[in-house]
């Protein structure tokens, strides 16, 4: 008789029920499983996938596969296995609150960040990129990380944005950089440089859209100046441009990608042109916009999604109050139902084009809920017209290419790095059963989802 893996864990390892739900094994075996690889290749049934240490060691038919002495064997059958997923544009915070100031007494973010980044690892996430924080907090948080023992998703990001006085993202509580002259942005690049930045992050927009007024935007010198010595320094430059006139600006100065989907037109032949010749990659971000456009809809969306009721009830009813929809427009303004055609049609002819699309959020954003939202970034990539499997590829092997890292990340093959996701339900059936999540694996430390997301809360 088939046993879950539930089941199997808690006889080969009584303590299984221990805080985290950790298992570490010298080597396990998925037994039975499907495996699912984002690459367009059919499923495959009825496998074994064998790790050793912290790494996928073999691959093939169940029964037929080398089963290492004394290993864990976990029967799988009816489970799928996925690459772990990642989303590649995070801030580590809920977004649970309605827009406005901080509330008194509000935790120290260095550790709301990093109890953020461990429940992540609950929802199926192994891998998260942040797109700003202080930088003595991104480093300790991408050094703990970075332990595959560590009970959180691999951690990599931008440390801290660059902006300008004024502009989108220069209030205190975002700890940008806001340079004046070109001389000054090239300093901050090298402190980033330093401080063991994976990429640079600038903000060109002047965020005139949903009916709010124009911001001060960068001047070209110090746009081009940040471009210019992050390549001097080896780092890539990925630029903060949701409207087209502004990215397309970006990318002809050299910007290495768009942290952000462009929403406020379609995009053409020339912005085609210029993302390819720059190599350059498209963060999609729907979650954001879809809030912007219609938040209640947007988190009832979410609550169907949360199976588990990981977020309190409180919260969703706050963004589905009428007076939570007046505060939230009043800071946001509305994005239209054109914006989201374009953003979706956007989406579908980018990829198309063979531009690196890769999985983000803006999580932290209010009412862009920590957990849910990246989960529902892949459904609405769904809506917008990729397959399932394109869907999955954007938050696996895309990111790994993102990060330069599709030799340990991305796939479910030999030789990898595991970490791996075991599903309920097969996810090329239907985008949304990535939310049965049964069980994650991160460099070969197998977690129970549930008792992962009840000690992070």
Do not use: C
């Not at 590649?88 to 649970?96: K, N, P, Q, R, V």
């Not at 973010?109 to 996430?125: C, I």
């Not at 009721?309 to 509305?334: H, L, N, T, W």
């Amino acid at each position: 008789m088939t046993r879950t893996i539930g089941a199997v864990l808690l006889v080969l390892f009584p303590g299984f029920l221990a805080a985290q739900q950790q298992v570490v094994a010298r080597s396990a075996v998925l037994n039975h499983v499907t495996v699912i690889n984002p690459t367009g290749a059919p499923p495959q049934g009825d496998m074994a996938v064998v790790i050793t240490g912290n790494r996928i060691t073999a691959i093939g038919r169940a029964g037929g596969v080398r089963v290492p002495s004394g290993a864990q064997i976990i029967e799988a059958s009816g489970k799928f296995v996925i690459p772990g997923l990642a989303d590649m544009h995070h801030h580590l915070e809920s977004g649970f609150s309605l827009p406005g100031p901080p509330a008194p007494g509000r935790e120290a973010p260095s550790d709301v960040w990093k109890r953020n980044l461990a429940q992540m690892l609950g929802w199926g996430f192994t891998t998260i990129f942040s797109t700003g924080m202080e930088l003595k907090d991104f480093t300790r948080l991408r050094d703990a990380a970075s332990d595959d023992a560590a009970a959180l998703p691999r951690f990599f990001g931008v440390g801290r944005a660059i902006t300008v006085k004024g502009g989108h993202a220069s209030e205190p509580n975002f700890g940008s950089y806001l340079p004046d002259a070109p001389d000054e942005a090239r300093a901050y690049v090298r402190d980033l440089k330093l401080a063991g930045a994976d990429t640079i992050k600038f903000i060109y927009d002047d965020r005139a859209r949903g009916g709010r007024p124009p911001v001060p935007v960068m001047k070209a010198e110090v746009m081009q100046a940040i471009i210019a010595e992050a390549h001097i320094q080896g780092l890539r430059a990925y630029v903060h441009a949701p409207n087209l006139h502004q990215a397309k600006d970006a990318l002809r100065a050299g910007a290495d990608g768009l942290v952000h989907a462009v929403v406020n037109a379609p995009v053409d032949d020339e912005f085609i042109g210029l993302m390819k010749k720059n190599r350059a990659v498209y963060i999609t971000t729907h979650s954001l916009f879809n809030a912007f456009a219609d938040v209640a809809a947007w988190v009832r969306r979410l609550e169907a999604l949360d199976e588990r009721g990981v977020v309190p009830k409180d919260v969703y009813e706050r963004f589905k109050s009428p007076e939570g929809v007046k505060r939230y427009y009043s800071v946001y303004g509305v994005v239209t139902k054109d914006q989201l055609q374009f953003l979706a049609n956007n989406a579908r002819r980018v990829f198309d084009a063979g531009i690196l699309v890769v999985a983000g959020t803006d999580t932290t954003v209010s009412g862009v809920l920590l957990g849910p939202s990246s989960q529902m970034e892949l459904v609405l990539l769904v809506e917008s017209g990729l397959t399932t499997t394109e869907a999955l590829r954007t938050a696996t092997l895309n990111a790994a290419t993102m990060l330069g890292r599709e030799k340990d990340l991305g796939t479910v093959e030999t030789a990898k790095l595991a970490d791996l996701v075991v599903l309920d339900a097969n996810p090329l059936a239907d985008i949304r059963n990535i939310r049965k999540v049964h069980r994650v694996i991160k460099g070969g430390v197998i977690y129970d989802p549930a008792q992962v997301l009840a000690g992070n809360r």
